[in-house]
């Protein structure tokens, strides 16, 4: 069993693995589009290799921030106020491949999707999303 600080330490390794592999726009989607891949460690997956729901969520929550920043200059925050994810199927030793986009933008609010894939193209979730955006104090 682990303890809150591992834990923290954990989804910390996790959200900075995802951010790091965060890519250039994939090509033919457009501005504010984002891939990320090559989330999978064996610290994420639980018994008979299957990757945790958590992680999933956090490269959900992770791999929308940057098509929501591309609209936006530096110092701008962004916040998540609702994360809605339907699990499709598991990732089981393999990496996720994870695509955001924007889906409207209002002046303060923003709405997301993301889509992730296992490695070899299997759906493993799906999810939408609601940012508040604040400019710079």
Not at 12 to 34: F, M, N, S, Y
Not at 47 to 62: C, M, R, W
Not at 95 to 101: I, K, R
């Amino acid at each position: 069993v682990a303890d809150v600080d591992d834990l923290r330490g954990l989804v910390a390794d996790l959200r900075g693995q995802a951010c790091d592999r965060l890519a250039a726009p994939a090509p033919g989607h457009g501005e504010g589009r984002r891939v990320a891949a090559k989330l999978r460690t064996d610290e994420l997956e639980q018994p008979f290799g299957v990757v945790h729901g958590g992680a999933i969520a956090t490269l959900v929550d992770t791999v929308v921030v940057p098509a929501v920043g591309a609209a936006y200059e530096a110092g701008w925050g962004y916040t998540t106020l609702t994360m809605d994810i339907q699990y499709l199927g598991a990732v089981v030793q393999e990496d996720a491949v994870a695509e955001g986009w924007v889906t409207q933008r209002g002046r303060s609010i923003v709405f997301c999707r993301a889509e992730v894939r296992t490695a070899s193209g299997r759906p493993a979730a799906s999810g939408t999303l609601t940012y508040k955006v604040s400019p710079p104090r």
